[in-house]
């Protein structure tokens, strides 16, 4: 007969509810066995495999090189893309992002979002500055008709960049209208003999000077070039009847204009010429103004009409009598540039 173990033998002690345990408590460790053998064999599976699995440095080189791949493919997308773009074949969508993105903005000429907004800050900047260059030019331009020329030439010889803004602004209006007087004196003076000699009473930068062959000798109360001479046009360094042009160009400012046109009824030969294009509105009446300046020994040849200023032509008479300048009443309105 075979042999059975003690556990096997039955227990006639044992209860129902014993024997129930008992069972539960053999299938119990059973099953921890075989999970414990399992668990074994998945970890010794695992080391066996591990040796072929690649080490952390691999992984990171690997990952670099994927990185640098797709930098590279996006540069060589970019550089097509701006290629194609040259050509005026670009229809790629599909455009690169990051730092590929950025580098097709600026070999495309588009500004990135930093740059636009430097950009903003400056073009504001601008702005506010020339809101302050109008603003002075106004004071500036006021301040030239209501004082004499020797007072404004001794505040513009200590500020000169205030003559700058002046300028600059003056241009600006000019440049607005659709035909500009200096223009028409250029027509005239090329007309003329190349002998002939031009005094140009505030002459700004000397365009008279620079775009004609003549001898020009140019006056401003500051020298924006090399061109022009600085002084107060009521005392001009020049002899006595030594110019056949005398030309004003919008340049009848301050109280004492008729300091200005006795200079230049002293400079100017005996039937030489006097320019004077000036704004129509400054005018009150111009058959007044034309008799007052024939007073000063002039006689008045032709007045030119434009839509925004004239041109009148005087001829210097020697022969005729000059009354003194205090009993002359030469003036002309100031010309006001409104705000805007």
């Known amino acids: 007969m075979p042999s059975s173990s003690e556990s096997d033998i039955p227990d006639p002690f044992l209860t129902k509810r014993r024997k129930k345990r008992k069972i539960i408590h053999k299938k119990a460790s059973s099953s921890q066995k075989s999970v414990s053998a399992s668990a074994s064999e998945v970890v010794s599976k695992i080391t066996n495999l591990s040796r072929y699995l690649p080490s952390n440095k691999l992984t990171e080189k690997s990952k670099n090189k994927k990185r640098w791949k797709d930098i590279r493919k996006q540069n060589q997308k970019v550089d097509s893309i701006v290629l194609k773009k040259s050509q005026g074949v670009c229809k790629s969508k599909n455009l690169p992002k990051g730092k590929g993105l950025k580098k097709l ?23 506010l500055q020339e809101k302050l260059n109008a603003a002075r030019f106004r004071y500036l331009n006021e301040k030239l008709y209501t004082e004499t020329g020797q007072k404004s030439y001794i505040y513009f010889q200590s500020d000169k960049e205030a003559f700058k803004i002046y300028h600059s602004g003056f241009q600006s209006q000019v440049k607005k209208w659709p035909v500009n007087p200096l223009e028409k004196i250029l027509d005239y003076v090329r007309q003329t003999p190349r002998s002939s000699k031009v005094v140009d009473f505030g002459c700004g930068e000397a365009l008279l000077a620079q775009n004609v062959p003549h001898e020009v000798f140019s006056y401003d109360l500051v020298a924006l070039n090399k061109h022009v001479t600085a002084c107060d046009m009521a005392h001009v360094p020049l002899k006595i009847a030594s110019m056949d042009t005398a030309v004003f160009c919008l340049s009848l400012m301050g109280t004492n204009m008729v300091d200005y046109i006795a200079e230049a009824a002293r400079v100017l030969k005996h039937k030489g010429i006097l320019l004077v294009a000036e704004v129509v509105s400054r005018f009150k009446k111009q058959l007044d103004f034309v008799r007052e300046i024939e007073k000063m020994g ?6 030119s009409s434009y839509k925004l200023f004239v041109i009148m032509k005087f001829m210097r008479d020697s022969s005729k009598p000059k009354k003194d300048k205090q009993n002359i009443s030469l003036s002309l309105k100031p010309c006001v540039y409104k705000k805007r």
């Open 298 to 303: 002039f006689s008045h040849l032709s007045t």
């Open 105 to 127: 903005q600026l070999a495309m000429g588009v500004k990135c979002s930093k740059d636009e907004k430097k950009d903003k800050q400056a073009e504001h900047i601008h702005k």
